[in-house]
């Protein structure tokens, strides 16, 4: 039975998204529509000798030839509405909202005439009076506001919240956690990565609601996913459907403050992500979190980004055993290797990093780094980090970080004609390179 259940989820999921895309077509053309994916989907489970779903022993309501096309499909709506609605249920009690307050100045707006310098007589002081005040502004103390709000989610019971750092990201601000029970709690941050988009908050509670943290690694584009957040910061735990639309995107991003970053290895997802959807979670059909929801594009529909959620589990490791994030660093200054790089240089290969820098005042090799040390050159190419081939989607930077402090890794790499293996082992990015 079980087995039956976890074919059947990923079945109706793959036809309620059908029946999303398939809203604007009339009612009759799409159930015959679902029917006939349903039917082939049977089909496949009838013909296949290994699987568990066998339709010779199935309920009669389940074979489309039993009813007619409308019939047959409308009865799938009820499991679908049912699945999605069992994940969200249990997911949501785990998901928080963040109120961002602040003391703002309170600004006060007078009138000056800007004539009272000049001394007028009194019988024309009253025409000058109104017609030539002007409006002027002073600060008249402070008062604490809401000033934004994000979403967040737990993964411990005892209170250890995840969120995108832009949401906590301001020192002098104050952070409140408000629960799905609607109770709510100051929250410290913990910590701030030093370059995801990704922070770990804390509230001081005990026996909460919690989220599974899945496995990004294994995600294959048109996995379904479901979003939920604190939506525009107003409408709490809003949940939108869709389908992962691409894997390990690269984007420069700007926060509500102007702030830009470049966010590198990101999931692209047509599930609705908006701006107080930040530091949500990006579920799996099995309710796992896979992601971290931090950006979308300005002016574009469905389409969304998230950070994998591993490596939020590499900071949360590093933080619980370290007490502080430490970043791999190998210490080269390099292009990633495309078509037009190849063609600029007369690189031998269209893939890989070269080692090299436009700027005279600076060296492609950083000096004293483990690049240095290993004997790696300005003109060198990488192609590959312990088998791992580098191309512009997988970046070289993406790969280190996903190594640790210390750890030695095999370089192949190209010189001058000839291929060779180099082993490094990878330091620690200095304070003074963060914001680089």
Known sequence: MAMRKKLLIPLLLFIFGFFAFSF???????????????????NFFKSSPTSS?????????LKPSSFSQRTSSLLLLPYLESEITDIVKKASPAVVSIVISKYVPIIEEYYSNPFKEFDLPPELEPFFKF?????????????????????????????????????VDDEKAEYTVYLNDGRKFKARVLVKHPIDDI?????????????????????????????????LGEFQNTVSFGVISGLKRNIVASD????????????????????????????NIYGEVVGINTAIVSGAQNIGFAIPINRAKRMIEDWQTQGKIEIPFLGIKYLLIDDKVKEKFNLPFDYGAYIYTELKSEKAIIPNSPAEQSGLQEGDIILEVDGEKITTQNTLAQIIRKKKVGQVVNLKVWRQGKILEIRVKLGKLPENLLSQ
Do not use: M
């Open 199 to 231: 922070a770990l908050i804390k509230i001081d509670a005990q026996n909460l609601p919690t989220l599974r943290l899945g496995d990004s690694d294994n995600l294959q584009i048109g996995q379904f996913v479901i979003a939920i957040g604190n939506a």
């Open 53 to 61: 779903f066998q339709t010779s022993t199935s309920p009669q309501f």
């Open 131 to 167: 017609e030539f005040e002007v409006p002027q502004y002073r600060t008249k103390g402070y008062q604490k506001q809401e000033i934004g709000g994000g979403t967040g989610f737990i993964i411990s019971s005892d209170g250890l919240i995840l969120t995108n750092k832009h949401v």
């Open 256 to 283: 509500s403050s102007g702030k830009v970053e470049r966010l590198e290895g990101l999931i692209q997802t047509d599930a609705a992500i908006n701006y107080g959807n930040s530091g949500g979670p990006l579920i």
């Open 24 to 42: 604007t077509f009339s009612s009759q053309n799409f159930l015959s529509q679902v029917n006939d994916i349903f039917e082939n989907f049977l």
